[in-house]
């Protein structure tokens, strides 16, 4: 099973990094990138069933919950199933919400969660 979780790390860590440096050195780009999100309902649903499918996908191929270094695979699908469903179910609230963490002085600093977490996914690829 770990095999699944290394296979799914070696994916989706490289991804997360380069999205990671990408948001902090091309910051001023978010706002704009989000307010089209925000006002193209099609792009908006895109988004959140994207999150949906990957979400469901990582969790069909690796559901483990261990105390190990794999439990961020699993805990990213989680994530991706959570972001979807919030993003279709509850709109309003989720653009509240991203506005209000965009809007913190602290935002870009942010982005080195998803290069911290593919750093360790991608430590996890090579590991296992």
Not at 51 to 70: C, K, P, T, V
Request: with cysteine; net charge positive; hydrophobic share 60%.
């Amino acid at each position: 099973m770990v095999e699944n979780g290394a296979w799914l790390a070696s994916i989706f860590g490289p991804y997360m990094v380069v999205i990671g440096i990408w948001a902090y050195f091309y910051f001023n780009e978010i706002g704009g990138i989000w307010n089209s999100i925000k006002t193209n309902p099609g792009l908006y649903f895109l988004q959140a069933i994207l999150n949906l499918i990957f979400g469901f996908g990582i969790l069909s191929i690796y559901r483990e919950i261990s105390f190990h270094l794999a439990f961020l695979v699993t805990l990213l699908g989680v994530v991706c199933v959570l972001k979807g469903i919030i993003a279709l179910f509850f709109k309003e609230r989720w653009f509240k919400w991203a506005d209000q963490i965009m809007a913190l002085p602290y935002y870009r600093h942010m982005m080195f969660i998803p290069i911290v977490w593919g750093l360790l996914l991608i430590i996890l690829a090579i590991w296992y």
